[in-house]
T-cell receptor, first 109, second 113 residues
């Protein structure tokens, strides 16, 4: 089993749609969880950290389910500018991070 | 300006040559990381360093070497032993705390001719 798994997509959604991504991880000792966004041929940029209680930042909501070892990202009212690859990231015993392969999102006009 | 710089942005190398990629940061972060990304793939960890003069191998260290003589700098050498070096190389930094986030430099695209 891979350490961090994501559906690679692509998810093609119309503007204004709501879309959700899931990510599963294998290390039950992981303590930190993040979603990064990566545009084509650019470096990843932090979108949001994921907390046990769930957290929201504008149109973006992240949830963590420790019992089932999965993380979710919900994007409401999708914009064309949301088109990117979304990377799920999990810490590895606090030493380094493990990146998922990413989920590609295309928001269509 | 605060941040992470990587140079050069594009690099071409002949097969059999060693090449060194630069990563410099003025964020005063303790930890630094090197990743490799192949087209359509996720990031894979090459090496990381939590403090000066100390570094650990990541998942794909073979054919690469690093040094951490200064807190601000973590250069990566791609040696001729690396069989398939063409890729996008990303440097990242963070504070040493376990829950702190990583920040990335703009990356170097290496092409072996």
């Amino acid at each position: 089993r891979k350490e961090v798994e994501q559906d690679p997509g692509p998810f093609n959604v119309p503007e204004g749609a709501t879309v959700a991504f899931n990510c599963t991880y294998s290390n039950s000792a992981s303590q930190s969880f993040f979603w990064y966004r990566q545009d084509c041929r650019k470096e990843p940029k932090l979108l949001m950290s994921v907390y046990s209680s769930g957290n929201e930042d504008g149109r973006f909501t992240a949830q963590l389910n420790r019992a089932s070892q999965y993380i979710s990202l919900l994007i409401r009212d999708s914009k064309l500018s949301d088109s990117a690859t979304y990377l799920c990231v999990v810490d590895n015993y606090g030493q380094n991070f493990v990146f998922g392969p990413g989920t590609r999102l295309s928001v269509l006009p | 300006d605060g941040g992470i710089t990587q140079s050069p942005k594009y690099l071409f190398r002949k097969e059999g040559q060693n090449v060194t990629l630069s990563c410099e940061q003025n964020l005063n972060h303790d930890a630094m990381y090197w990743y490799r990304q192949d087209p359509g793939q996720g990031l894979r960890l090459i090496y990381y360093s939590q403090i000066v003069n100390d570094f650990q191998k990541g998942d794909i260290a073979e054919g690469y070497s690093v040094s951490r003589e200064k807190k601000e700098s973590f250069p990566l050498t791609v040696t001729s032993a690396q069989k398939n070096p063409t890729a996008f190389y990303l440097c990242a930094t963070k504070w040493r705390g376990a829950t702190d986030t990583q920040y990335f430099g703009p990356g170097t695209r290496l092409t072996v001719l």
